[in-house]
Every structure is written in C-alpha cells, then in structure tokens.
C-alpha cells in the first residue's frame, strides 16, 4: 500500500470531518484504505469478528453522495467498528459466544440506528470477552485480541477489539459498551481515548444485556475531540430504554475549550491500590504537574467506600447476568442442541454454547440470588453500592471532577492471569466504582511505561461528560501522547 493509505487512516475523524467536507477526500477512498488495513494487519491482532466489506462500501458511497448534496452529518462517511455486543440488521451479533454463532438480530441497536442515519460506515463486528465477561478479551470464545503495542500483550477488555482496532488503525473510531470498566480499560492498554458516558446518557436498546443496572455504550477514539464527536452522535432519550434519559445533551465539542483555569479537580488516597506498577505510578504524577501547570487546583478527597467496589461489583454484575442469559436456552436464542426432553434441551445448549467465565457468572449470579442468600448478597451489596454513590455525591461538593489511573497496570502478557480469575477481576479496581456509581468515566492516555501505554481517567458528576471532556482535552493539548503510534500502524 502506498504511504498515501496509510497517512489516510492516521486522520483522526475531525480532520477527516474537514477534508471529507472539503472533498480533498472521499468516504469511499477513506473506507477502501481502512479494509485494506485490516486485511493486512487483523489476522495478527484479532480485532473483528466480522467484517462488513460490502455494508462498508455501499454506506460509503452513500456517504459521498450526500457530502456531494451538501447534507453531510459529523458522522457522514466516518468509518467505525461496532462491539459484537450491538446488534446489527445487516451483519451477525454474537458477543463472541458459541451460543449466539450465526445469530442475526431483527433489528437495529439505537446507537447503531443513530450512527447509521448520520451516514456513518460501518467496518465490522469487534471483539470482546464473551458476553462483555473479561478484562483480556481471552475469553472470546473464537479468538483473542492482541494488542497493538505489543503482540504478545493483552489489549483489555472486554472491549478488546474496538479498543485494538482504534490504536493499530484499523477503525477511526469504534463503539463499546463499559459494565465495569470496558471502555476505559481497554483504552488505556491501547493508549486511545475511551469514554463510559453516564448511565441512562446513551441508550442501551439492542445492545446484549450483561448487568442492566451498570451497563452503558461509549466510544473510542483517538483524540477526546473524535470521542466527543462519537457521543453527540449516540447520545440523547430514547423512547425504547427505560432507563435512556430526557437530560438534553449540551453540545460537547463547544466544551472544549482548552481552559480549566480555577478548576478543582480531586485526588483520592483511595485510588492506589497495592499492586500498582512504579511506571503507572509516575506517569500519573507528572499528569497531576501538568493539570497543576493548566491552572487547575488539585483537591484531596476520601472515597472511603472504595475497596468495597469490586466485591459490590462481583454480586451485583454477575447477578443481573444469571438474569439476562436465561435468555440463551436454545428455544428463542442460541444454537439448538435438541434432546429428548425439554431440560436436556437447555442443559445441552448452555453446556456447550457458554464459555467457563459465562458459566462461572452465572453460577455465582445464581448463588446471590437464591432464597437464603438474597439478603445476604444481593441486598447488602445494593447497599453498599449506595454508599459508593455517596462518596462520589459528597466528593462533587468540593471538586469538579476526579483524576484516577485507569488501572494498576500496564497491559499484561496474554495468558498471565487466565488462571487466576481474581487478578484478573483486580485489573478494573479503579474502573468500577464509576458504574457503581452510575457517573461519567473518559480513560486518556498519560504517557508510557516500559514502551506500554499509561492511561489516566477523568470521573464526573453525572451527565457532566461536557466537563471530563474539557478537562480531558486540555490535558490531550499539553502532552501529544496520541501522536506516538504503536508501530503495526506506523508502518502501515
Ligand atoms: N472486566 C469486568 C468484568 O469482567 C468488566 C466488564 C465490562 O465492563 N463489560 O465483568
């Protein structure tokens, strides 16, 4: 490929935005370069589970003739890659599980209806952990996801593939959904910029249920301007999700200002768990200078209910979770494995059709919620999952927002914590107190350690994206972490 393509796919989508609009491009040139990348580089990385070549080169073609008609939308013609945990009319759903192989959903998600109205391109179905259950992507059930940095490194999950299929560019920008931190985990591994937006901010409508009561859509990009332009795209009431919220959204590229002179922003002691790797640790330092350096004041708060999260996260995730999955039984959804009676047809189905950590949910799920233990487990963890909130509720009576490490660690090597599944629930001990508590999450990388990259993340009240991404930008402007480009796309 020509050195051409390849300064193609480095755009970021505001400036594809610009030379789209400018017709120094076109949407079927940019999309044509994208394929040709993931041809060459996804058998390496394991981005996609499917890739939608012919959706993607009609929807661009569309896209050229409306930026042609002057109708172009900010999302006309950018190429993105969609978590399989989205439905999709035209292309197989199957968060990554046997039990969903060859499924096609009826119907659109709404952040995939959004996207594609405003002329969006649609490259393919990602990766992730099987039923968004992971911090890896290695649980997968077709393939694992390495990451870009480093090919025998994990890339995070479970949005592993959106996350790798950004920073190796092999997407603009892509969609995933962050229960307990994947969005944000996966960004930092990857070195993109990940946003989980509030709950109830993006619609969950079509997107496959984990834990209904944590689970929101957001997205990858790689610079927080694209993820803000992602989230204007996707954000906003929807009559479908219950949950969606009538808040109106503010316009968020207009947020971004640069300037967060007077800004408090707070530091909690309770965000250095043991276990944090030296590089993690200096890197998030010489951020906090470069915030002090912008004009911001820094703020020590308490967040005293915070080694209660992941516990609290572990009943009540893998509770909703034993929920939503009764769904897979073989009747309605998922491969049919018949048998002579009806519960052999299910105990067949979910016996083969659901990987060890789907089954291991489940069963702890199950547990949580038996008569007996419901109070015990359950309730107690709703509980304590109030007093998270509320940490949070009295912290934004003295800051503005809350810087944090994305988590304790650089990416690690793939298979160092498959057998060791509470390493591997540790990998998101920063991330979830955010989904607990329901608040707003952007993941920015912060500089690197050891050639890996380091992510900081900004948390904020809820529906305050416009604020984390404000201070997300300003902090993106200082230090051009996302020009370092991890070397599969540089010498794409
Ligand atoms: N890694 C966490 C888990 O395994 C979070 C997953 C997510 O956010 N979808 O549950």
Redesign the pocket.
Known sequence: MSNGAAEITALTAAEARRALDARELSAIELTRSYLARIDRLDDEIGAYLHVMRDVALSQAETADRRIAAGNSEPMTGIPVALKDVLCTIDAPTTAASRILEGFRPPYDATVVNRLRRQGAVFLGKANT?EF????SNENSAFKPVRNPWHRDRVPG??SGGPAAAVAAEMAMVSLG??????IRQPAGFCGVVGLKPTYGRVSRFGLLA?ASSLDQIGPFARTVRDAAMVLQAIAGHDPFDATSSPEPSPDYSRALSGDIRGMKIGLAREYTADGMEDGVFAAFNSAIHRFRALGAEIVSIDLPHTEYALPTYYIT?PAEASANLARYDGVKYGSVETASTLRETYARTRGKGFGPEVKRRIMLGTYALSSGYYDAYYIKAQKVRTLIKQDFDAAWSKVDAIVAPTSPTVAFPLGARTDDPYQMYL??VFTIPANMAGIPGVAVPCGFSEELPVSLQVLGPAFAEATILRIADAYERTESWAARRPQIAAAG
């Open positions: 952990d968004a259950m992971g911090s999950g479970s959904s962050d229960t307990g931190g994947s984990f995730a990998a998101d």
